[in-house]
C-alpha cells in the first residue's frame, strides 16, 4: 500500500497559509486516496525546538493543533496522528542516518545558508557564527528525511512501494536530501529503504496581510498578518477590512506590482464557490471599491471555514479527549516505525 506522510509544528495555531498549502489537502487525501493507503500526519515537536521554545508554551501548542487538526475534519480513525516525540524511531533512525549523511550536502541546504547568511549579518565581530547555530537546526533535514522513511512499508523487489510526501515547493530540496540518505544508507547496508516520491502541492503560497511580499507565518510578531483558522467572524472581517493593498483605482491581478491585492485575490479564488481563477475575480470585481471587494472576500473565507471554529472550541476544552486521541495514533505510528527499525537494525548488525 502507499504510505503518505506530512507533518506541521506546533508552533502555534495553524493560518489559513497552513490550511490551504497542506492541511487542506490532507484532508482531501482522506477522500482520494484508496483506503488502503496509510495517511499518517504527525505535529513535529522535535522540530519545533531547533528554535528556542518555551515548555509550557510547546505543550500548550501542540494540543491546539492536535485540536485543529481535528477540528478541520481529519479523522483519527482513517489516519494516524501523533506527536514526533510520542514515536522514539523518528530520531532513533534519525542518528543511524546521520551516520551516513554528507555534511557538505547539508551545508549546501537553502534555508541553511539563509540562516547562516542572517546570524553572520548580526553576529559581532569577534564571536564565530558557527558557534552560536545549533546542531538541531542544522541537521533537521535529517530528522525530516527520518520521519519520512521510518514509515515507509517493507520494500519488495517485485512491487516496489514507496512513501509519498505531499510537499510545498519550499520543501522539495529537502525531499531531495531524504533520496541522497536512501541512497547513501542503501549503498553502506544494502537495499532496505525505498526512494520517496513526493506528491508536489499545487496549492500556492499565502501571503502575509500586513506585509504581502513575504509568506503568512505563525511566528511572525504582527498578529494581524495572519488569519487563524479558529479566528471569530469578527477578527477575519476585521483582518481582512485592514490588510495592506496599494493606492491604485480598481481591482486587477498583478503579483509583482499589487501583491497585497493579488494575494486577496489568490484568497478568494480558493474559496470561491464558483471556483473563478484570481484573474477572472479580478475581472469580475475590476470596478469594486477595495472596501466591497475587501467584504466579499472575507464572505468567502468565512463560508469556507465554517464549523472549524465552533469545533475547534469543543475540542480544545477537552484535553484528556485529544490525549486519548494522540495515544491511539501514537500507537498505531509505533507499529508502523517498528517494521521499518527492524530492518535497518539488522541491517547495520544493531
Ligand atoms: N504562507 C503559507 N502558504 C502556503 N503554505 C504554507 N505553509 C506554511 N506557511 C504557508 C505550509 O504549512 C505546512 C506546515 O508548516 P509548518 O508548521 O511545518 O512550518 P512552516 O512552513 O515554517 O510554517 P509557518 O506557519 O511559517 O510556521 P513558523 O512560523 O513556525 O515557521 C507546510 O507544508 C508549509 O509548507
Not at 506522510?5 to 497542506?22: D, R
Not at 505531499?166 to 529503504?193: I, K, M, S
Amino acid at each position: 500500500p502507499r504510505v503518505v506522510f506530512s507533518g506541521i509544528q506546533p508552533t502555534g495555531v495553524p493560518h489559513l497559509g497552513n490550511y490551504v498549502g497542506a492541511l487542506r489537502q490532507w484532508v482531501n487525501l482522506q477522500r482520494d486516496e484508496q483506503p488502503s493507503t496509510k495517511l499518517i500526519y504527525s505535529i513535529v515537536d522535535l522540530h519545533a525546538i531547533t528554535v528556542p521554545q518555551k515548555p509550557e508554551t510547546l505543550r500548550q501548542r501542540k494540543r491546539e493543533v492536535l485540536a485543529a487538526l481535528l477540528a478541520i475534519g481529519l479523522d483519527p480513525e482513517r489516519c494516524t496522528i501523533f506527536y514526533q516525540s510520542s514515536v522514539p524511531a523518528h530520531s532513533e533512525l534519525m542518528w543511524i542516518l546521520a551516520c551516513t549523511a554528507s555534511v557538505g550536502y547539508l551545508s549546501r541546504m537553502t534555508q541553511w545558508k539563509s540562516k547562516l547568511s542572517l546570524a553572520s549579518s548580526s553576529t559581532l565581530e569577534n564571536k564565530s557564527v558557527g558557534s552560536r547555530l545549533k546542531l538541531g537546526l542544522f541537521s533537521y533535514p535529517v530528522l525530516q528525511a527520518a520521519d519520512i522513511l521510518v514509515h515507509r512499508t517493507v520494500a519488495d523487489a517485485f512491487t516496489p512501494r514507496a512513501t509519498h510526501v505531499p510537499v510545498g515547493h519550499d520543501q522539495q530540496q529537502h525531499l531531495e536530501f531524504a533520496r541522497e540518505c536512501v541512497t547513501n544508507f542503501n549503498h553502506a547496508y544494502g537495499n532496505h529503504l525505498v526512494h520517496p516520491e513526493t506528491i508536489v502541492s499545487p496549492a500556492q503560497r499565502i501571503m502575509s496581510l500586513t506585509e504581502p511580499t513575504s509568506k503568512m507565518s505563525k511566528s511572525h510578531e504582527a498578529q494581524r498578518s495572519r488569519i487563524l483558522i479558529t479566528d471569530s467572524p469578527q477578527d477575519i472581517r476585521s483582518k481582512i477590512a485592514t490588510a495592506l493593498t496599494d493606492s491604485i483605482p480598481g481591482i486587477s491581478y498583478d503579483p509583482a506590482t499589487r501583491p497585497g491585492i493579488s494575494n486577496l485575490l489568490e484568497i478568494f479564488s480558493v474559496f470561491d464557490t464558483e471556483r473563478r481563477s484570481p484573474t477572472q475575480l479580478a475581472r469580475a470585481y475590476a470596478d469594486a471599491s477595495p472596501k466591497i471587494f475587501k467584504e466579499a472576500v472575507a464572505d468567502a473565507l468565512l463560508t469556507g471555514l465554517q464549523g472549524i471554529r465552533d469545533r475547534y472550541l469543543d475540542l480544545s476544552a477537552n484535553d484528556s479527549y485529544l490525549d486519548k486521541i494522540e495515544q491511539h495514533g501514537a500507537r498505531k505510528a509505533q507499529e508502523s516505525a517498528k517494521e521499518t527499525m527492524d530492518i535497518v537494525k539488522t541491517a547495520v548488525g544493531l
